[in-house]
């Protein structure tokens, strides 16, 4: 945007301060917000690099037989193209009707996408039992649980869900990680009075109930889920005082991201957390 458009941006500005109501249950919906959301976490280098390593990690940490697939929360649709192409036949869980309008039309627009393996619906986690009750062998829900009003009765709804032996993917946007970052940015009293939650009243993306890992060993325990493996999603990225300019200095960066992704400590600063929790079999 050019310095001295200044309607313009007094327009953004007007934008960026229209409030965004909180459903019944406290949830953050992002109705009239897909441009935001797609500009600001998928057409910018955090964006690309978190993709980057949900390809490299899924196929590490589950098991992937082309069962069918929930996906919960799907967004714009990244995440049901991908596994619609690695065979699965997969049912796309979104509550925001934009958000499902706009991944159905961008996946219409891929030739090289099975149309037929995907199926849609408009329903948020806590109407699943309802409408997409399985159980199911494999879940995804990625960067949901931070945008509900009570994580932890999201957490057992999911349990609820999953099929005996079935595996759930879970990607949570990391409390701890928030904290370190407003630390490295200055900001030492929001980060010491622990007022780390976004309010969902604007087009801020800072989400609501950020988790941390201690707090999902605990609610997967009380579950019956079993925490199968676990791994930071941008563990660097975040902290860089000077972003990478070439591509040598991205491809340099995304080698440490998989490096260190899965190693103690530097997993647990992982701007997300990926978990691969397991149900066990009945009886065991």
Not at 83 to 103: I, Q, Y
Not at 151 to 165: E, I
Not at 211 to 218: D, F, G, L, T
Request: aromatic share 8%; proline share 7%; glycine share 6%.
């Amino acid at each position: 945007m050019p310095l001295n458009d200044e309607p313009k941006s007094r327009e953004l500005k007007k934008s960026e301060m229209a409030d965004y109501e909180l459903t019944q249950a406290g949830d953050r919906y992002f109705d009239g917000l897909v441009d935001k959301f797609s500009r600001s976490l998928y057409q910018a280098p955090r964006g690309e690099l978190r993709l980057a390593m949900l390809d490299y990690l899924l196929p590490q940490m589950l098991q992937l037989k082309e069962q069918p697939v929930l996906d919960i929360g799907g967004g714009l649709g990244q995440q049901a193209a991908w596994f619609a192409k690695c065979g699965h036949a997969v049912t796309m869980a979104e509550p925001s009707e934009d958000m499902l309008n706009h991944a159905k039309q961008w996946h219409q627009d891929d030739p090289a996408l099975p149309h037929e393996l995907i199926t849609y619906l408009q329903a948020p986690l806590q109407k699943l039992g309802q409408q997409a009750a399985g159980p199911w062998p494999l879940i995804t829900c990625h960067a949901v649980l931070e945008w509900l009003g009570d994580p932890q009765a999201a957490l057992a709804k999911l349990s609820h869900l999953l099929a005996p032996g079935g595996q759930l993917s879970l990607m949570v946007f990391n409390r701890d990680a928030l904290r370190f970052s407003n630390v490295v940015k200055g900001n030492l009293e929001k980060a010491l009075s622990d007022r780390l939650a976004g309010k969902g009243k604007r087009q801020r993306l800072t989400p609501i109930s950020p988790v941390s890992h201690a707090e999902i060993e605990q609610w997967s325990a009380a579950n019956d889920l079993q925490i199968a493996s676990v791994a930071g999603i941008r563990v660097f990225q975040d902290y860089l005082r000077k972003p990478p300019v070439t591509p040598l200095e991205n491809e340099t960066l995304i080698a440490l991201e998989k490096q260190y992704c899965r190693q103690d400590p530097h997993w647990r600063l992982g701007r997300y957390l990926l978990y691969t929790l397991i149900k066990p079999e009945t009886g065991e």
